[in-house]
């Protein structure tokens, strides 16, 4: 009975996947929207939000279960805990270099990094809390249900209602997260969706997850309008293709709906990002309007990627120290070059004193700040994510550990396009949702070590 159903779920034994359920709420949500309490250290403030109480009850939640139960479940993830590790120290480094350290806005870029390892900690509180396939059951639900609740929100901006400061009705719908951040959190409601598509399993007591997932995911993406999550969301489908065939043998059916999910969402951003495509057109040739190309534009990040790749081909081993390509005095010397390269963008898509836009772009962004040995850690720390999601939906014997390896799998193939569009941006609900996914594919792989011991 559904009654006897929900006891089992929400038993004893899933308090730590219900902290996690109910963090997700205040981690997926803007900071604008939270209340903060300011913490004075030295000469910089520190915000202090509900998103960092939630992360915290959590991570506070995960010390108590390595307690009791041991950190047994972390050690078939070294394949992330160990690139990970080491980024975060190649960044503390980075940090406390002496030319970060003589930065005037150091104390900005601390705190920055701080912030980036407090979110780290979701990773590894993951494994520790979420055991059984009810606890999955409990995270990937609330995912589901908040994203549902977030794109909902941003169909009523879409309709003209003016609420959590929609400011760009008529192009992009932030809901109460950020059009990136949409981005994310419907990415993962899409991805889950895009794993049942490819399982194919018949209906079961979880069809309207599914279902919600579905909708909420595409429309969510669709008014982010987010193109990079679109080409992610490509690639991860092919991906869950590939690794599903040995399993789960897809029908041709099957693929044709996952492409079709694929395609009205790649369909409806491009309508949604229609004017910031025809710029795109124009700045390649393809089109011969004869107009300024403006700023907030793709012309404009490809000018900044510029910019960003100069600054790391002049310091291409340790970069110029963390979060300082938006300097003026790191990025003023290559600015005149750009503008003889790229003479037909607006003079305003330049970065300037004042308007320190930054490269835009995490691994060009990681490039230029901390050299190619910190984006080579972090592409490693993804790899990582992807081939434990991979052995999971592979080798799971427990349907829905499998069925989220796929989604893992898709989502993060799609966050890692996402991020292609934004720097390096600490305590966002983006980086909640990739440390999110990297804590499930750690999950996963404790999941497989489990059953194969057994």
């Not at 590894?124 to 609330?142: F, S």
Request: include cysteine.
């Amino acid at each position: 009975m559904p009654s006897t159903r929900l006891r089992h779920l929400v038993d004893r034994d899933a308090l730590g996947a219900l902290l996690v359920a109910a963090a997700v709420p205040f981690l997926f949500m803007h900071e604008r929207f939270q209340p903060e309490y300011d913490v004075e250290l030295g000469s910089t403030t520190v915000d202090i939000r509900l998103s960092d109480v939630a992360l915290l009850v959590v991570v506070a939640s995960a010390a108590v279960s390595a307690a009791r139960n041991g950190i047994s479940r972390l050690s078939p993830a070294r394949a992330i805990w160990i690139p990970g590790a080491a980024l975060l120290a190649w960044l503390a480094f980075e940090v406390l270099r002496p030319v970060s350290m003589d930065d005037a806005r150091f104390d900005d870029h601390l705190v920055s990094f701080l912030k980036l390892g407090e979110y780290a900690l979701l990773a590894l509180a993951l494994p520790l809390l979420v055991r059984r396939a009810e606890d999955l059951t409990i995270v990937l639900g609330a995912i589901v249900l908040w994203c549902t609740v977030a794109s909902g929100v941003a169909l009523l901006q879409f309709l003209g209602l003016d609420i959590f400061d929609a400011r760009s009705a008529g192009w992009r719908y932030p809901s109460f997260l950020g059009r990136h951040d949409l981005a994310a959190l419907a990415a993962l409601a899409t991805s889950l969706a895009a794993a049942r598509v490819v399982v194919g399993r018949k209906r079961t007591p979880a069809a309207a997850l599914f279902a919600s997932a579905l909708v909420a995911g595409v429309l969510g993406m669709v008014l982010a309008g987010s193109v990079s999550a679109a080409a992610g969301l490509a690639v991860g489908g092919a991906v869950i293709s590939l690794a599903a065939r040995g399993r789960y043998t897809p029908s041709l059916r099957q693929l044709l709906a996952l492409a079709a999910v694929v395609a009205v969402v790649a369909g409806g951003v491009t309508a949604i990002r229609s004017e910031a495509l025809d710029d795109f057109l124009q700045f390649v040739g393809l089109r011969d309007d004869q107009q300024a190309l403006g700023v907030e534009s793709y012309s404009q990040r490809i000018v900044l990627a510029y910019i960003g790749l100069r600054i790391f081909k002049d310091d291409p081993i340790l970069g110029v120290g963390w979060q300082r390509s938006s300097r003026p005095e790191v990025f003023e010397p290559y600015v005149d070059d750009a503008r003889r390269r790229f003479p037909d963008v607006d003079s305003l898509a330049f970065p300037a004193a004042g308007r320190e836009w930054g490269v835009q772009n995490l691994y060009i962004q990681m490039l230029a700040d901390v050299g190619a040995i910190g984006l080579v850690l972090l592409l490693a720390l993804g790899t990582g994510g992807l081939v434990l999601a991979w052995r999971t939906a592979a080798h799971a014997t427990n349907p829905w550990a499998a069925g989220a390896g796929l989604a893992v799998l898709c989502a993060l193939l799609t966050l890692a396009g996402e991020w292609a569009s934004l720097g390096i941006v600490a305590g966002i609900p983006l980086q909640a949702a990739t440390c999110l996914l990297l804590g499930l594919a750690a999950a996963g792989a404790a999941t497989v070590e489990e059953e194969t011991a057994g």
